[in-house]
């Protein structure tokens, strides 16, 4: 069975810090392109950052210079440091797994909330 499963989320004060975690596991996951979406209350789901298998980076533009991606290919495993936290910035995380050729096809984690608050 394909899993995609986050965890690391949880409650922080504005201007915390958090670190996402991303395993997976049932895929080739060195061809696969890794990313973190979210979805707020009322929102529609927006990209978050994604990371290819040879480390190109692409941030959505909320969360840039605050939010690192990164991925350890030997752990399968993709992570999501987030630092100076807002309000904002609470939602429901998501990773997504899709590969970079051929089958288009995404795989979806069931997600983690991550809430700010004072």
């Known amino acids: 069975q394909v899993h995609v499963v986050e965890s690391g989320g949880g409650s922080v004060q504005p201007g915390g810090s958090l670190r996402l975690f991303c395993a997976a596991s049932?895929?080739?996951?060195?061809?696969?392109?890794m990313g973190w979406y979210r979805q707020a209350p009322g929102k529609q789901r927006e990209l978050v950052a994604t990371i290819t298998a040879n480390g190109n980076l692409n941030y959505g533009d909320s969360v840039k210079g605050r939010f690192t991606i990164s991925r350890d290919n030997a752990k399968n495993t993709a992570y999501l440091q987030m630092n100076s936290l807002k309000p904002e910035d609470t939602a429901v995380y998501y990773c997504?797994?899709?590969?970079?050729?051929?089958?288009?096809?995404?795989?979806w984690g069931q997600g983690t909330q991550v809430t700010v608050s004072s």
């Open positions: 049932g895929i080739s996951y060195s061809f696969y392109v």
């Open positions: 997504k797994a899709v590969k970079e050729r051929g089958s288009s096809f995404e795989y």
